[in-house]
């Protein structure tokens, strides 16, 4: 039986439904990419604005060279942080040894980073290798690690050294941690942002004088191996600006100090085993202020640093250890222009007792050395 006039109409509602949810969510993606773009691009006018270093993460630093001295003959390799460069005058230094030292550095970095270093000079006359307790403790990471230490390395060293499990995420965090900084450059870089700012309005508003370029933050610049005349003195500083700078070291430091189990003993072990396959070797022990001691480091905490110095120098038992941290009354807080750098004051303190010691050191390796035994013979005589 035929039906009349009955129409079928279309369901247009699940249709208008349809390409609602789909606009709402082309709109949302939109949304949320602009906002990214838009994040993105005020971080990297941050940093234009800070004047922040900016490197890709798929390529490696080469850090920042410096050297005193003649720049013919042989070269003495240092491998160190910005504790090294700040602990002697190295232009006294290099006229005592007469010879050119060469450095190549970054702020804050440590042995795992200088080892890399050291493949560039692997035929130095001499490697002089300055540590200490901040730059051993394996919880104080080096912000830029991902950018010089390849990811390869810092598992086998992580695994071989039996390190914490609360490290080696850390540590494997900052390779992640690399690649978003290509979005947003400053990302774990909080503290040094905040100094850049200060010292940016500062300037800006004709205050630049009375605010030190880099407070408690070093930035380390390519050209001479010379701390120069820094006269300024970390008992000067004003409580206030005390505590910041220990909060951020507290947070760098990030909790108990650890020196027998990480990634920073296994390559300073390599780096005294390499150097002492070229020429001679010194160990400089460093000295911190006894304000940032009396802060992060107990008892417990000392002997630790101490237990694996000794073990780790003595396998290279040829190697001069210099303790400039044992120099009387070099952990006074005036003799350091923040925390950990020594200022003026303190170089003069330590210069003279290293040249003395590495004198000292020269001598008794010359009376040790077995006799010249004469080949002539009876004729020849």
């Known amino acids: 039986m035929a039906m009349t006039g009955l129409r079928i109409e279309p369901d247009l509602s699940r ?58 003959g042989p070269q003495v390799f240092t491998a160190g942080s910005s504790l090294l460069g700040a602990g002697l005058t190295w232009p006294r230094v290099s006229e005592f040894l007469g010879e050119g030292i060469e450095n190549w550095s970054v702020g804050g970095s440590s042995p795992e980073v200088w080892e890399l270093f050291q493949q ?14 901040y730059d051993l403790n394996e919880t104080r990471l080096t912000a830029e690690r991902a950018e010089y230490v390849p990811l390869a390395e810092s598992i086998n060293d992580l695994w071989l050294s039996k390190a914490d499990p609360a490290l080696s995420r850390r540590i494997l965090t900052q390779y992640v941690t690399s690649y978003v900084r290509v979005l947003f450059p400053l990302t774990g870089y909080t503290d040094r942002l905040l100094v850049g700012l200060r010292y940016r309005l ?54 108990v100090p650890e020196f027998l189990r990480g990634p920073k003993r296994r390559a300073f ?62 952990t006074d807080d005036g003799y350091f222009a923040d925390h950990v750098h020594l200022n003026a004051y303190g170089r003069c303190l330590t210069t003279p007792t290293f040249l003395k010691e590495i004198n000292e050191g020269a ?19």
Not at 120 to 133: D, E, H, K, Q, Y
Not at 305 to 325: G, I, M, Q, S, Y
């Open 15 to 72: 249709a208008d439904a349809g390409r609602t949810r789909s606009s709402s969510g082309r709109r949302l993606i939109g949304i949320a990419f602009l906002s990214l773009a838009l994040c993105s691009l005020a971080n990297y006018l941050l940093a234009f604005l800070v004047r922040f270093p900016l490197h890709a993460p798929w390529s490696r630093n080469t850090g920042i060279y410096r050297r005193i001295g003649p720049e013919t």
């Open 120 to 133: 560039r000079r692997p035929n130095s006359a001499m490697t002089i290798v300055g540590v200490s307790v």
């Open 202 to 255: 500062a300037r800006e508003v004709g205050l630049g004088a009375r605010l030190e370029e880099h407070e408690g933050v070093v930035l380390e610049r390519d050209g001479v191996l010379d701390a120069g005349e820094v006269t300024m003195k970390l008992s000067d500083w004003s409580s206030a600006r005390k505590l910041r700078r220990l909060a951020a070291l507290r947070a760098e430091n990030h909790g």
């Open 269 to 330: 072990e390599r780096i005294l085993w390499r150097a002492r396959q070229h020429g001679p070797v010194i160990v400089i022990v460093l000295p911190v202020s006894r304000s940032y001691t009396q802060e992060f480091l107990d008892k417990s905490a000392l002997n630790e640093f101490e237990r694996a110095l000794n073990e780790d120098v003595k396998t290279v038992p040829e190697a001069l250890l210099v303790r400039l941290d044992q120099v009387p009354g070099i």
């Open 363 to 381: 001598s008794q390796r010359k009376s040790q050395a077995p006799p010249t035994v004469s080949t002539k013979t009876d004729d020849q005589k």
